[in-house]
């Protein structure tokens, strides 16, 4: 469930993006007396408007780029539809500090026992983690920092929160309890880590990092300790998501080409794809 920018429902897992390539710029072409469109701007994307054009009395032959995750390694060909232009595909997660992207459709959305959902706002002006009911009443905000605090992720037990934050310049994952105190910094590096996701048994986390490059899956005990990349590959591999029992987990990855859904043991071995499709497959949960 998405709310406000995303939503995070208390106890599981889910998670930030890379940089997006520019997509494609091929215009739109009318078989037809052209009708006058309309234009709308996504109050989230930054870039062009999006034209939408009206139903004319023959088909009308376009370029869309597929609706891929934002990634610098992705280069994904245009396909060709007729008819209208579909509504445009925004990605919400950006791994610049920079831009609010969104962030965290990638996160944990785990149901945890204290019934509360955790989400992210930019009603303040910039991405903040807030908490609310499960019936939406007593919204609160947790962190209150310039920078942007997002993608955040519910411990199993329900007292703590784990997030990724540009405050030390760079995105880093932190924690803190449920109530917003004690935000305290897991990594330090001088690559991005982001999209932070509890194991099951509480005892660890997966996360998405940029240290080698390109998007690695990687696992750390929560305290920060035991840094590993468990995916290892040079292309991009994202949006890591626990199996309900802790053994195996999900991701995204585009070595084929375009994104498809991986799943791998907790350690990183036996990694296999489950989907074979002409468009991307990705956020895997």
């Keep these: 469930m998405v709310l406000a920018g995303a939503l995070m429902l208390a106890p599981g897992t889910a998670h930030a993006a890379e940089p997006t390539d520019p997509t494609s710029t091929s215009p739109i072409t009318n078989v037809a007396p052209t009708v006058p469109a309309t234009t709308t701007n996504d109050p989230v994307a930054t870039g062009a408007p999006t034209i939408i054009a009206q139903a004319n009395p023959a088909p009308v032959t376009q370029t869309v780029p597929d609706p891929v995750v934002q990634d610098p390694s992705l280069t994904s060909a245009a396909a060709t539809q007729p008819t209208v232009i579909p509504p445009p595909v ?21 149901v945890v026992t ?5 989400f992210q706002s930019t009603r303040d002006g910039n991405l903040e983690i807030y908490v609310m009911n499960a019936d939406g009443t007593l919204q609160t905000r947790l962190t209150s920092n310039p920078a942007i605090d997002r993608e955040a992720s519910w411990s199993p037990d329900g007292t703590k929160v784990a997030f990724a934050s540009d405050r030390d310049g760079n995105l880093e994952i932190y924690v803190m309890n449920a109530d917003g105190t004690a935000q305290t910094r897991v990594t330090t590096n001088a690559a991005d880590d982001f999209e932070p996701v509890w194991s099951p048994d509480g005892t660890k986390f997966i996360f998405r990092s940029l240290r080698d490059g390109n998007g690695e899956v990687y696992v750390m005990n929560a305290d920060g300790s035991g840094q590993a990349n468990l995916t290892n590959n040079p292309a ?9 029992d802790g053994t195996r987990i999900a991701f995204a990855s585009n070595r084929g080409g375009n994104y498809e859904i991986y799943v791998m043991n907790a350690d ?11 468009v991307s497959d990705f956020i895997p949960r």
């Design 114 to 118: 204290n019934g509360k959902i955790v």
């Design 268 to 278: 990183g071995s036996g990694q296999t794809r489950l989907t074979t499709n002409t």
């Design 236 to 244: 991009a591999d994202v949006h890591a998501g626990w199996s309900p």
């Design 90 to 110: 925004i990605d919400p997660l950006s791994a610049s500090p920079s831009g609010y992207g969104g962030g965290g459709v990638g996160a944990s959305s785990t």
